[in-house]
């Protein structure tokens, strides 16, 4: 009969097999992790996205609006970073940008100061724009919601001495050549201090509009006010997300709003990738730059 016992250079063999397998898979997770931690995080891509609006005039065919979301200005997100990305913004050539918050990482406000020169860096012609994040509220987890009011203040003061004009539950409009584009802007949703009827309370709703809303989640609250587009963040896109699985994981409640374009009959809402990240690792879910074209509804 043969010998039903393994050998010992096949003992051998198995055991160096094993090894061979455990060291490789080593290096490919320390590679993947490198590749999210060093390059990934940093690699921004610029999206192109139409615009739609309805009754939207001339003078507004074929203007940029330009969304940056979520800097996290901080360590996952060091200044020479967000300025290289800022510039490239500007590059851009936008003639509207709006900003849909989280600023400040973790409630740390020590970086006032390099928040106001990196947001110098950005102007347009129509105006910079922007409503507040969960960060800067001080409120960065979903399990544990609480707010802080004063630093929000002091965020959006910060904003206002660059020259960001910050929509706290209110709406203004944009004229170019005598027709306006109208911006509602809401505060945000964990804080508790989201209040739409106070942000819609001087809309005008025959006026073309768009929401900055820093969490996806807020949409259910804007249902019944008229808009066109609402534009989000908060996501970071998931930061990691599994080839053929998505995202590991979401801090919203309705994690189909992860990232990208969503239509919703007539209505859209794009869910901005965001700059800065938590911890500093991406995969499979660069940060990006978001550039929306404006064209008329046909």
């Known amino acids: 009969m043969p010998n039903a016992h393994p050998t010992v250079g096949q003992t051998m063999l198995t055991r160096r ?6 060291a490789g898979g080593l290096a490919a997770g320390l590679g993947a992790l490198t590749y999210a931690r060093f390059v990934e995080a940093r690699w921004v891509c610029v999206e192109q996205v139409a615009m739609d609006l309805p009754h939207l005039a ?16 901080g360590t996952p997100a060091p200044a020479d970073y967000l300025r290289a990305q800022l510039q490239r913004a500007q590059h851009l050539r936008p003639d509207l940008i709006v900003l849909t918050g989280d600023f400040i990482h973790a409630a740390d406000l020590r970086r006032a100061p390099a928040l ?5 860096e950005l102007s347009a012609p129509l105006g910079v724009f922007a409503v507040l994040g969960n960060h800067d509220f001080g409120n960065f987890t979903p399990r544990h919601r609480s707010r802080s009011v004063a630093l929000a203040s002091r965020v959006g003061g910060v904003l206002a ?12 409009l944009v004229e170019r050549d005598g027709a306006a584009l109208q911006l509602v802007g809401v505060d945000d949703l964990w804080s508790g ?26 949409l259910p609250h804007l249902s019944a006010w008229p808009w066109d587009w609402v534009l989000c963040g908060h996501t970071h896109g998931g930061q990691v997300r599994i080839p053929l699985y998505g995202a590991v994981v979401l801090p919203v409640d309705n994690p189909r709003f992860d990232a990208g ?14 700059l800065g990240s938590l911890h500093g690792v991406r995969f499979n879910c660069r940060p990006e730059i978001t550039v929306f074209t404006l064209t008329g509804r046909k």
């Open 261 to 274: 374009l969503f239509r919703l009959g007539q209505r859209s809402v794009y869910v901005n990738r965001g």
């Open 58 to 73: 001339p003078a507004w065919e074929g203007l940029r609006l330009v969304q940056l979301s979520d800097l996290h200005l």
């Open 116 to 120: 106001v020169d990196l947001l110098r």
């Open 161 to 172: 001495e660059a020259g960001v004009r910050v929509l706290r539950n209110e709406s203004c």
């Open 193 to 218: 201090q989201c209040d739409p009827q106070q942000a819609f309370q001087s809309a005008d709703a025959y006026v073309p509009t768009i929401v900055l809303a820093h969490n996806p989640d807020t």
């Open 17 to 22: 097999g094993l090894l061979r397998a455990a």
